[in-house]
Protein backbone atom coordinates (compact mmCIF):
# COMPACT_ATOMS: atom_id res chain seq x y z
CA UNK A 1 0.00 0.00 0.00
CA UNK A 2 1.27 3.82 -0.96
CA UNK A 3 2.33 5.41 1.79
CA UNK A 4 0.49 8.43 1.31
CA UNK A 5 -2.83 6.09 1.42
CA UNK A 6 -1.50 4.83 4.93
CA UNK A 7 -0.70 8.57 6.05
CA UNK A 8 -4.06 9.85 4.63
CA UNK A 9 -6.10 6.91 6.66
CA UNK A 10 -4.29 7.49 9.75
CA UNK A 11 -4.97 11.33 9.27
CA UNK A 12 -8.76 10.79 8.62
CA UNK A 13 -9.06 8.68 11.49
CA UNK A 14 -7.01 10.93 14.21
CA UNK A 15 -9.74 13.69 12.75
CA UNK A 16 -12.77 11.39 13.40
CA UNK A 17 -11.33 10.43 16.59
CA UNK A 18 -10.90 14.27 17.24
CA UNK A 19 -14.52 15.28 16.59
CA UNK A 20 -16.30 12.37 18.18
CA UNK A 21 -14.11 13.58 21.71
CA UNK A 22 -14.75 17.05 21.13
CA UNK A 23 -18.67 16.08 20.40
CA UNK A 24 -18.47 13.86 24.00
CA UNK A 25 -16.86 16.68 25.48
CA UNK A 26 -19.48 19.49 24.29
CA UNK A 27 -22.20 17.53 24.98
CA UNK A 28 -21.23 17.08 28.85
CA UNK A 29 -20.69 20.75 29.01
CA UNK A 30 -23.85 21.51 28.16
CA UNK A 31 -25.43 19.53 30.16
CA UNK A 32 -23.50 20.17 33.20
CA UNK A 33 -24.41 24.21 31.96
CA UNK A 34 -28.22 22.72 32.13
CA UNK A 35 -28.18 20.78 34.88
CA UNK A 36 -26.10 24.00 36.76
CA UNK A 37 -29.28 26.85 35.81
CA UNK A 38 -32.14 24.19 36.65
CA UNK A 39 -30.49 23.94 39.69
CA UNK A 40 -30.52 28.09 40.42
CA UNK A 41 -33.75 28.64 39.21
CA UNK A 42 -34.68 25.56 41.13
CA UNK A 43 -33.26 27.38 43.97
CA UNK A 44 -34.45 30.86 43.07
CA UNK A 45 -38.39 29.71 42.95
CA UNK A 46 -37.85 27.74 46.55
CA UNK A 47 -36.40 30.99 47.72
CA UNK A 48 -39.22 32.98 46.58
CA UNK A 49 -42.05 30.65 47.68
CA UNK A 50 -39.86 30.47 51.84
CA UNK A 51 -40.52 34.33 51.45
CA UNK A 52 -44.02 34.16 50.15
CA UNK A 53 -44.91 31.90 52.80
CA UNK A 54 -43.07 34.02 55.46
CA UNK A 55 -44.64 37.07 54.31
CA UNK A 56 -48.35 35.33 54.61
CA UNK A 57 -47.30 34.20 58.16
CA UNK A 58 -46.22 37.56 59.19
CA UNK A 59 -49.55 39.37 57.58
CA UNK A 60 -51.76 36.63 59.35
CA UNK A 61 -49.98 36.97 62.80
CA UNK A 62 -50.31 40.81 62.45
CA UNK A 63 -54.09 40.30 61.55
CA UNK A 64 -54.78 37.94 64.57
CA UNK A 65 -53.00 40.54 66.81
CA UNK A 66 -54.94 43.19 65.44
CA UNK A 67 -58.40 41.66 65.70
CA UNK A 68 -57.04 40.60 69.49
CA UNK A 69 -56.26 44.64 70.37
CA UNK A 70 -59.69 45.53 69.07
CA UNK A 71 -61.37 42.61 70.93
CA UNK A 72 -59.63 44.07 73.97
CA UNK A 73 -60.48 47.85 73.32
CA UNK A 74 -63.99 47.39 72.66
CA UNK A 75 -64.17 45.06 76.33
CA UNK A 76 -62.79 47.85 77.52
CA UNK A 77 -65.08 49.87 76.31
CA UNK A 78 -68.15 48.39 76.90
CA UNK A 79 -67.16 47.74 80.59
CA UNK A 80 -66.27 51.49 80.81
CA UNK A 81 -69.45 52.96 79.54
CA UNK A 82 -72.85 52.13 81.03
CA UNK A 83 -75.81 51.04 79.10
CA UNK A 84 -78.62 53.72 78.09
CA UNK A 85 -81.25 53.13 81.01
CA UNK A 86 -83.20 54.30 78.02
CA UNK A 87 -84.92 51.41 76.51
CA UNK A 88 -85.36 50.88 72.91
CA UNK A 89 -88.83 50.39 71.99
CA UNK A 90 -89.66 47.27 69.88
CA UNK A 91 -90.44 48.63 66.03
CA UNK A 92 -93.23 46.63 64.57
CA UNK A 93 -93.45 45.64 61.26
CA UNK A 94 -93.66 48.56 58.28
CA UNK A 95 -92.78 50.99 60.62
CA UNK A 96 -89.66 52.59 62.20
CA UNK A 97 -88.78 54.71 65.00
CA UNK A 98 -85.85 56.89 65.12
CA UNK A 99 -83.97 58.05 67.85
CA UNK A 100 -81.89 61.34 67.81
CA UNK A 101 -78.56 61.15 68.60
CA UNK A 102 -77.78 62.46 72.01
CA UNK A 103 -74.61 64.55 71.16
CA UNK A 104 -75.75 66.67 68.64
CA UNK A 105 -78.85 67.82 70.26
CA UNK A 106 -80.01 71.72 70.57
CA UNK A 107 -81.23 73.50 73.75
CA UNK A 108 -84.15 75.78 71.37
CA UNK A 109 -84.61 79.21 72.14
CA UNK A 110 -87.28 79.70 75.22
CA UNK A 111 -91.24 80.77 74.30
CA UNK A 112 -90.72 84.30 76.27
CA UNK A 113 -87.49 85.13 74.37
CA UNK A 114 -89.13 84.54 70.91
CA UNK A 115 -92.04 86.18 71.72
CA UNK A 116 -89.70 89.50 72.76
CA UNK A 117 -88.33 89.04 69.46
CA UNK A 118 -92.10 89.29 67.62
CA UNK A 119 -92.16 93.36 67.73
CA UNK A 120 -88.69 94.00 66.63
CA UNK A 121 -89.48 91.30 63.70
CA UNK A 122 -92.79 92.62 62.43
CA UNK A 123 -91.38 96.45 62.66
CA UNK A 124 -88.64 95.76 60.69
CA UNK A 125 -91.15 93.57 58.02
CA UNK A 126 -92.46 93.60 55.04
CA UNK A 127 -95.75 94.29 56.93
CA UNK A 128 -96.25 97.89 56.62
CA UNK A 129 -101.09 98.57 56.72
CA UNK A 130 -100.26 100.22 60.67
CA UNK A 131 -97.98 102.74 59.50
CA UNK A 132 -99.59 103.21 56.23
CA UNK A 133 -102.97 104.16 58.44
CA UNK A 134 -101.40 105.96 61.11
CA UNK A 135 -99.76 108.01 58.13
CA UNK A 136 -103.12 108.56 57.03
CA UNK A 137 -105.37 109.25 60.03
CA UNK A 138 -102.52 111.78 61.28
CA UNK A 139 -103.67 114.32 59.02
CA UNK A 140 -105.95 117.22 60.09
CA UNK A 141 -109.36 117.23 59.06
CA UNK A 142 -109.62 113.65 57.31
CA UNK A 143 -111.34 114.37 54.12
CA UNK A 144 -113.61 111.41 52.20
CA UNK A 145 -110.85 110.71 49.98
CA UNK A 146 -108.72 110.17 53.38
CA UNK A 147 -110.86 108.18 54.51
CA UNK A 148 -111.56 105.86 50.84
CA UNK A 149 -107.26 105.68 51.46
CA UNK A 150 -107.84 103.70 54.96
CA UNK A 151 -110.50 101.32 53.73
CA UNK A 152 -108.29 100.43 50.61
CA UNK A 153 -105.68 100.27 52.39
CA UNK A 154 -107.48 97.51 54.68
CA UNK A 155 -108.72 96.03 52.36
CA UNK A 156 -105.16 95.37 50.45
CA UNK A 157 -103.87 94.04 54.10
CA UNK A 158 -106.79 91.61 53.98
CA UNK A 159 -108.65 92.63 56.88
CA UNK A 160 -111.32 91.69 54.80
CA UNK A 161 -114.20 93.78 53.82
CA UNK A 162 -116.79 92.90 57.11
CA UNK A 163 -113.93 94.47 59.33
CA UNK A 164 -112.25 96.80 57.00
CA UNK A 165 -116.15 98.75 57.43
CA UNK A 166 -116.35 97.93 60.95
CA UNK A 167 -112.94 99.49 61.85
CA UNK A 168 -113.70 102.82 59.23
CA UNK A 169 -116.86 103.10 61.38
CA UNK A 170 -115.43 103.08 64.62
CA UNK A 171 -112.26 105.38 63.55
CA UNK A 172 -114.72 107.88 62.21
CA UNK A 173 -116.98 107.90 65.21
CA UNK A 174 -113.54 108.54 67.60
CA UNK A 175 -113.12 112.06 68.78
CA UNK A 176 -109.39 111.33 69.24
CA UNK A 177 -108.93 110.89 65.02
CA UNK A 178 -111.46 114.00 64.55
CA UNK A 179 -110.40 117.26 64.06
CA UNK A 180 -106.70 118.77 65.15
CA UNK A 181 -105.24 115.41 65.59
CA UNK A 182 -102.68 114.45 67.96
CA UNK A 183 -100.18 112.07 66.60
CA UNK A 184 -99.87 110.03 70.23
CA UNK A 185 -103.82 110.06 70.49
CA UNK A 186 -104.17 108.94 66.79
CA UNK A 187 -101.63 106.00 67.03
CA UNK A 188 -103.26 105.42 70.47
CA UNK A 189 -106.89 104.88 68.63
CA UNK A 190 -105.84 102.80 66.28
CA UNK A 191 -103.81 100.87 68.25
CA UNK A 192 -107.58 100.22 70.33
CA UNK A 193 -108.77 99.65 67.44
CA UNK A 194 -106.67 97.22 65.81
CA UNK A 195 -106.37 95.39 69.18
CA UNK A 196 -110.64 95.09 69.73
CA UNK A 197 -109.75 93.30 65.97
CA UNK A 198 -107.30 90.67 66.67
CA UNK A 199 -108.86 90.00 70.31
CA UNK A 200 -107.13 89.87 72.98
CA UNK A 201 -109.38 88.23 75.32
CA UNK A 202 -109.32 84.55 72.95
CA UNK A 203 -107.33 81.88 74.55
CA UNK A 204 -104.61 80.99 72.54
CA UNK A 205 -102.83 78.53 74.23
CA UNK A 206 -102.07 75.20 72.36
CA UNK A 207 -104.84 72.52 74.27
CA UNK A 208 -101.46 70.46 75.21
CA UNK A 209 -100.81 73.54 77.60
CA UNK A 210 -104.24 73.79 79.13
CA UNK A 211 -104.92 72.38 82.72
CA UNK A 212 -106.13 68.89 82.43
CA UNK A 213 -104.26 68.14 79.09
CA UNK A 214 -104.55 64.65 77.96
CA UNK A 215 -101.33 62.89 77.96
CA UNK A 216 -100.02 62.62 75.35
CA UNK A 217 -101.67 65.52 73.32
CA UNK A 218 -102.39 64.77 69.87
CA UNK A 219 -101.59 67.78 67.60
CA UNK A 220 -102.45 66.89 63.63
CA UNK A 221 -100.67 69.97 61.20
CA UNK A 222 -102.47 69.78 58.18
CA UNK A 223 -102.24 72.66 55.37
CA UNK A 224 -101.50 73.15 51.42
CA UNK A 225 -98.06 72.03 49.76
CA UNK A 226 -96.01 74.85 50.37
CA UNK A 227 -96.90 76.93 53.60
CA UNK A 228 -94.23 75.38 55.19
CA UNK A 229 -95.94 72.58 57.13
CA UNK A 230 -93.13 70.39 57.89
CA UNK A 231 -91.18 73.18 58.83
CA UNK A 232 -93.56 74.33 61.08
CA UNK A 233 -94.32 70.98 62.68
CA UNK A 234 -90.58 70.75 63.31
CA UNK A 235 -90.16 74.22 64.31
CA UNK A 236 -93.02 73.35 67.02
CA UNK A 237 -91.72 70.19 68.53
CA UNK A 238 -88.62 72.67 69.35
CA UNK A 239 -90.95 75.11 70.87
CA UNK A 240 -92.57 72.07 73.36
CA UNK A 241 -89.30 70.69 74.04
CA UNK A 242 -88.12 74.26 75.23
CA UNK A 243 -91.18 74.53 77.61
CA UNK A 244 -89.86 70.65 78.89
CA UNK A 245 -92.38 68.65 77.62
CA UNK A 246 -91.51 65.15 76.11
CA UNK A 247 -92.46 65.04 72.37
CA UNK A 248 -92.52 62.44 69.72
CA UNK A 249 -93.33 62.99 66.16
CA UNK A 250 -95.40 61.05 63.85
CA UNK A 251 -94.27 61.71 59.81
CA UNK A 252 -97.36 60.66 58.65
CA UNK A 253 -96.83 62.67 54.73
CA UNK A 254 -95.73 59.60 52.94
CA UNK A 255 -96.64 60.98 49.35
CA UNK A 256 -93.31 63.38 49.74
CA UNK A 257 -90.36 61.53 49.59
CA UNK A 258 -88.35 63.87 51.91
CA UNK A 259 -90.64 64.78 54.29
CA UNK A 260 -89.94 62.05 56.39
CA UNK A 261 -86.42 62.94 56.14
CA UNK A 262 -86.85 66.71 56.80
CA UNK A 263 -88.63 65.62 59.95
CA UNK A 264 -85.94 63.44 61.36
CA UNK A 265 -83.27 66.05 60.80
CA UNK A 266 -85.40 68.51 62.80
CA UNK A 267 -86.26 65.89 65.47
CA UNK A 268 -82.40 64.88 65.79
CA UNK A 269 -81.32 68.31 66.77
CA UNK A 270 -83.68 68.34 69.85
CA UNK A 271 -83.69 64.76 70.87
CA UNK A 272 -87.22 64.03 69.46
CA UNK A 273 -87.68 60.57 68.32
CA UNK A 274 -89.59 60.08 65.15
CA UNK A 275 -91.95 57.12 63.61
CA UNK A 276 -91.66 57.00 59.89
CA UNK A 277 -92.74 54.40 57.40
CA UNK A 278 -89.82 52.30 56.31
CA UNK A 279 -90.81 52.71 52.96
CA UNK A 280 -92.54 55.25 50.06
CA UNK A 281 -96.22 55.50 49.83
CA UNK A 282 -97.40 53.63 52.79
CA UNK A 283 -100.69 54.34 54.17
CA UNK A 284 -100.54 57.80 56.11
CA UNK A 285 -103.37 56.80 58.89
CA UNK A 286 -101.11 53.28 59.74
CA UNK A 287 -98.48 55.40 60.44
CA UNK A 288 -100.73 57.90 62.62
CA UNK A 289 -101.89 54.66 64.22
CA UNK A 290 -98.51 53.52 65.08
CA UNK A 291 -97.24 56.86 66.24
CA UNK A 292 -100.25 57.36 68.74
CA UNK A 293 -99.45 53.74 69.93
CA UNK A 294 -96.20 54.42 70.48
CA UNK A 295 -96.23 57.83 71.70
CA UNK A 296 -98.87 56.42 74.61
CA UNK A 297 -96.74 53.43 75.08
CA UNK A 298 -94.03 55.82 75.94
CA UNK A 299 -96.10 58.45 78.06
CA UNK A 300 -94.99 61.36 75.68
CA UNK A 301 -96.04 64.73 76.76
CA UNK A 302 -97.26 65.61 73.03
CA UNK A 303 -97.69 63.72 69.66
CA UNK A 304 -97.22 65.95 66.07
CA UNK A 305 -98.19 64.28 63.09
CA UNK A 306 -97.51 65.73 59.93
CA UNK A 307 -99.79 65.03 57.10
CA UNK A 308 -99.01 65.10 53.33
CA UNK A 309 -99.78 68.75 51.54
CA UNK A 310 -103.69 68.70 50.25
CA UNK A 311 -104.87 70.31 48.06
CA UNK A 312 -108.68 71.93 48.73
CA UNK A 313 -110.23 70.42 45.44
CA UNK A 314 -108.84 67.08 45.78
CA UNK A 315 -111.96 65.39 48.08
CA UNK A 316 -110.07 61.85 48.36
CA UNK A 317 -107.07 63.38 50.07
CA UNK A 318 -109.22 65.68 52.16
CA UNK A 319 -111.28 62.28 52.90
CA UNK A 320 -107.86 60.89 54.09
CA UNK A 321 -107.33 63.26 56.85
CA UNK A 322 -110.79 62.13 58.22
CA UNK A 323 -108.91 59.02 58.09
CA UNK A 324 -106.21 59.94 59.92
CA UNK A 325 -107.92 61.33 62.65
CA UNK A 326 -110.36 58.32 63.25
CA UNK A 327 -107.57 56.03 62.98
CA UNK A 328 -105.22 58.00 65.67
CA UNK A 329 -108.60 58.18 67.75
CA UNK A 330 -108.50 55.01 68.47
CA UNK A 331 -105.37 54.79 70.35
CA UNK A 332 -105.55 58.47 71.66
CA UNK A 333 -107.93 61.43 71.38
CA UNK A 334 -106.70 64.10 68.91
CA UNK A 335 -106.64 67.70 70.51
CA UNK A 336 -105.63 69.99 68.29
CA UNK A 337 -105.66 70.59 64.40
CA UNK A 338 -103.81 73.46 63.29
CA UNK A 339 -104.21 74.45 59.78
CA UNK A 340 -100.50 75.97 58.79
CA UNK A 341 -101.03 79.12 56.53
CA UNK A 342 -98.71 80.92 54.14
CA UNK A 343 -99.75 84.53 55.21
CA UNK A 344 -98.23 85.86 51.95
CA UNK A 345 -101.09 84.14 50.24
CA UNK A 346 -104.07 86.36 51.50
CA UNK A 347 -107.71 85.78 50.53
CA UNK A 348 -106.82 82.48 49.12
CA UNK A 349 -105.15 81.03 52.55
CA UNK A 350 -108.73 81.56 53.65
CA UNK A 351 -110.11 79.41 50.86
CA UNK A 352 -108.37 76.78 52.28
CA UNK A 353 -108.81 77.33 55.33
CA UNK A 354 -112.70 76.67 55.15
CA UNK A 355 -112.08 73.34 53.21
CA UNK A 356 -109.72 72.01 55.97
CA UNK A 357 -112.40 72.66 58.67
CA UNK A 358 -115.19 71.47 56.92
CA UNK A 359 -112.68 68.21 56.44
CA UNK A 360 -111.21 67.65 59.62
CA UNK A 361 -112.25 70.48 62.08
CA UNK A 362 -109.52 73.11 63.03
CA UNK A 363 -108.31 74.43 66.77
CA UNK A 364 -106.42 76.91 65.63
CA UNK A 365 -104.29 78.90 62.71
CA UNK A 366 -100.35 78.77 62.17
CA UNK A 367 -99.43 82.07 60.39
CA UNK A 368 -95.82 81.21 58.50
CA UNK A 369 -93.90 84.05 57.18
CA UNK A 370 -95.74 86.76 58.48
CA UNK A 371 -92.57 88.75 58.53
CA UNK A 372 -92.33 88.72 54.55
CA UNK A 373 -96.09 89.57 54.46
CA UNK A 374 -97.73 93.10 53.51
CA UNK A 375 -100.79 90.94 54.24
CA UNK A 376 -101.07 90.96 57.91
CA UNK A 377 -104.44 91.49 57.68
CA UNK A 378 -104.71 87.35 57.48
CA UNK A 379 -105.20 87.75 60.80
CA UNK A 380 -108.08 89.51 61.73
CA UNK A 381 -109.81 88.01 58.76
CA UNK A 382 -109.09 84.08 58.96
CA UNK A 383 -110.44 84.60 62.94
CA UNK A 384 -113.32 86.45 61.86
CA UNK A 385 -114.04 83.46 59.09
CA UNK A 386 -113.00 80.38 60.75
CA UNK A 387 -114.12 81.08 64.84
CA UNK A 388 -110.85 79.73 65.57
CA UNK A 389 -108.02 81.83 67.21
CA UNK A 390 -104.43 81.86 65.60
CA UNK A 391 -102.19 80.62 67.59
CA UNK A 392 -98.76 80.55 66.21
CA UNK A 393 -96.81 82.76 63.99
CA UNK A 394 -93.72 82.12 61.83
CA UNK A 395 -91.73 84.83 61.96
CA UNK A 396 -88.22 84.15 59.80
CA UNK A 397 -86.32 80.95 58.28
CA UNK A 398 -84.73 80.32 61.94
CA UNK A 399 -85.30 77.23 63.75
CA UNK A 400 -86.59 79.47 66.70
CA UNK A 401 -88.27 81.58 64.66
CA UNK A 402 -92.27 80.14 65.47
CA UNK A 403 -93.19 81.84 68.34
CA UNK A 404 -97.06 81.84 70.11
CA UNK A 405 -99.12 84.48 68.72
CA UNK A 406 -99.20 87.71 71.25
CA UNK A 407 -102.09 90.12 69.60
CA UNK A 408 -100.00 93.45 71.48
CA UNK A 409 -96.72 92.42 69.92
CA UNK A 410 -98.39 91.94 66.89
CA UNK A 411 -100.28 95.18 66.67
CA UNK A 412 -97.15 97.33 68.59
CA UNK A 413 -95.09 95.97 65.41
CA UNK A 414 -97.53 96.59 63.01
CA UNK A 415 -97.24 100.37 63.86
CA UNK A 416 -94.05 100.97 65.00
Known sequence: MDTNVIIAIVVVVVI???????????????????DKSTEAAKAKADARLATEKSAAQSAAASAENAEKTKETAESATSSATPESPVATEPTPVGSAVT????????????????????????????????????NILAKDQLSEADWEDVEDTLLLADVGAEASEQLVEELRNDARI???????????ALKD??????????????????????????????????TGKTTTAGKLSRLLVSEGKQVMLGAADTFRAAAA???????????VPVVRSDKDGADPASVAFEASAKAKEANADVL???????????????DELGKIRRVTEKNLPVDEVLLVLDATTGQNGMTQAKVFAEAIGITGVVLSKLD??????????????????????????????????????FVDGILA
Open 193 to 226: KLLKLVGTDVDRRLNADKEGANKPSVIIMVGVNG
Open 99 to 134: ESATLAVETPEAAGTRMQRLKARLSKSGNPFGKALF
Open 16 to 34: AALLAIGGWWFGKSRKSAV
Open 304 to 318: IIDTAGRLQNKSNLM
Open 372 to 409: GSAKGGIVISVQKELGVPVKLVGLGEGPDDLAPFDPEG
Open 261 to 271: DQLETWGAKVG
Open 178 to 188: AGQSDPAEVRA
